[in-house]
């Protein structure tokens, strides 16, 4: 593994800091001609009420919104009750990813806002894991009594995962070096107005989730001398021809990826700018699978 100033590794160093890094600096061992000095101490920091009434305002600001929004949509067409719906294989499962997704970007939202109002790390990695849960889990609720969705307990089994992954990456350093991103492109059926509906966050067939690893981190440490820190590589996953009904195909990729906490950019700003930018997979090159062969494009 790759070896900091004072002999750790590279992954042993980057845990030393909040998952965020809002009031904190970047090791050395992620920059070798940086010479910052000095790790996040939350201890030492006084909380910032006024910035964390904010958050919560927001948080339950949106969380209403949404509420009426599908009060207006919905309910209003008829009387409808409570009901699941096992969806388990709507979209291929691409749906479920999103939610996954979707968890794990809420959460990092919510993290970053309590970092920036100084909450201890691990506070502030639980609150908003469980917090992000707790607002899917209440759309997919609302869901229940839309009359024409149904409460997923596939969706909420997604959801509970992706609030897992999420507060796992504290408790387990290694899973760090495991990112969840995302990629959009809108098909050809939501380009043409095809698409029922018309919301980007449904069109499916033009959404990619991506599972990204840190390489180096895991490599030998003699091999790892060789990887370029900024290389990672991500296996995803797309949709096609889907009709609603069962039907589509299932697109497999293996691409290469960048991983933007090593752009040389320092300070709690800009790490939380990475640290999101992160969630975002960016056109490179790779390997499309497909029933009909493996073919060479430049995935996103």
Do not use: C
Not at 107 to 128: K, M, R, W
Request: glycine share 10%.
């Amino acid at each position: 593994m790759l070896q900091s100033a004072d002999g750790d590794s590279l992954n042993s160093s980057v845990n030393k800091i909040p998952l965020f890094a809002i009031n904190s600096v970047i090791p050395n061992s992620l920059n070798s001609t940086n010479n910052h000095s000095g790790e996040f101490d939350p201890l030492k920091n006084n909380v910032d009420y006024t910035l964390l009434a904010y958050t919560g305002g927001l948080t339950l600001a949106v969380g209403t919104g949404l509420h009426i929004y599908q009060a207006n949509a919905w309910w209003q067409e008829q009387d409808s009750k409570f009901r699941i719906i096992n969806d388990w294989n709507y979209s291929l499962w691409q749906d479920k990813l999103g939610h996954f997704y979707g968890t794990n970007l809420i959460a990092h939202a919510l993290a970053g806002a309590l970092e920036a109002a100084n909450v201890q790390t691990e506070e502030s990695t639980v609150i908003s894991g469980l917090t992000a849960l707790a607002f899917e889990l209440f759309i997919e609720i609302e869901d229940g009594f839309g009359p024409q969705w149904g409460f997923s307990p596939g969706d909420a089994t997604a959801n509970v995962l992706g609030a897992g992954f999420f507060i796992s990456q504290y408790y387990f350093p290694i899973m760090k070096n495991f990112l969840i991103k995302a990629s959009y492109y809108p098909s050809p059926k939501f380009l043409a107005g095809q698409h029922k509906g018309g919301i980007i966050i449904d069109d499916h067939e033009g959404w990619k989730y991506w599972m990204s690893v840190r390489v180096k981190e895991l490599l030998p440490r003699k091999a790892a001398e060789y990887w370029p820190s900024f290389l990672m590589i991500a296996g995803g996953m797309g949709v096609d021809n889907l009709d609603g009904v069962g039907g589509g195909r299932r697109e497999f990729y293996i691409a290469l990826d960048y991983d933007m906490e090593t752009l040389p950019l320092y300070g709690g700003f800009w790490q939380f700018f990475k640290s999101t930018f992160n969630y975002w997979h960016f056109p490179m090159p790779g390997i499309r699978v497909t029933q009909g062969g493996a073919f060479f494009v430049l995935s996103y």
